[in-house]
């Protein structure tokens, strides 16, 4: 499986960004597509994953800021962020996997990665 990840960039405070990505390959081989975090100097953290029966899974710290979507004929999944703080503020890596549902916010739920893309927002 290859994930193509796209979007990010600078924004202030209060502003927004989208980030999208796109799965190609062995699509069959996986039933999950999600976005994880890592901040300088942290470790990679969750921020969302959709299965592909529709159910998803957001973290708290974005629910009501982050809008996560899934196109299946594309096989896209896109994060819409609103409201940004400059806690948001990381590189945003694009998964995929077959997590169970116990494993599904944990990074060794997923076997493949994109190539992380950053997102920067200035106080």
């Known amino acids: 499986v290859q994930l193509q990840a796209s979007g990010g960039g600078s924004v202030q405070a209060g502003g927004s960004l989208g980030l999208s990505c796109a799965a190609s390959g062995s699509i069959g081989s996986i039933n999950a597509l999600g976005w994880y975090r890592q901040a300088p100097g942290k470790r990679r953290e969750f921020v969302a994953a959709?299965?592909?029966?529709?159910?998803?899974n957001v973290t708290d710290s974005v629910k009501g800021r982050f809008t996560f979507s899934r196109d299946n004929a594309k096989n896209t999944v896109n994060l819409q962020m609103n409201n940004l703080k400059p806690e948001d503020t990381a590189i945003y890596y694009c998964?995929?996997?077959?997590?169970?549902?116990?494993?599904?916010?944990?990074?060794?739920?997923?076997?493949?990665w994109g190539q992380g893309t950053q997102v920067t927002v200035s106080s």
């Open positions: 959709v299965f592909s029966g529709g159910r998803t």
């Open positions: 998964a995929a996997g077959r997590p169970i549902t116990s494993m599904m916010r944990r990074t060794s739920g997923y076997g493949y």
